[in-house]
């Protein structure tokens, strides 16, 4: 007995469906907000990167205390 092609499995497509639209939006944060520093608040150059950087911090921090746990 073969198994169902995942396109037919609604558990799957939930997840799916729910995973693209979670990525998507955090690729649009990554865009929208330095973009929107720019143009309406008038950030320069070193505040932008300044923001960047600190929408990266928390991975960065998470992923050196994990990295560490997990070793």
Do not use: C, H
């Not at 649009?28 to 990167?49: D, M, Q």
Request: proline share 6%; no cysteine; net charge negative.
């Amino acid at each position: 007995m073969t198994a169902p092609p995942l396109s037919r499995d609604g558990d799957f497509l939930k997840l799916w469906t729910g995973f693209t639209i979670a990525r998507v939006g955090s690729q649009i944060t990554v865009l929208a907000l330095p973009l929107t520093a720019v143009l309406l608040l008038g950030a320069g150059a070193t505040e932008t990167g300044l923001l960047v950087a600190a929408q990266m911090l928390p991975s960065i921090v998470a992923g050196l205390f994990i990295g560490v746990w997990v070793d």
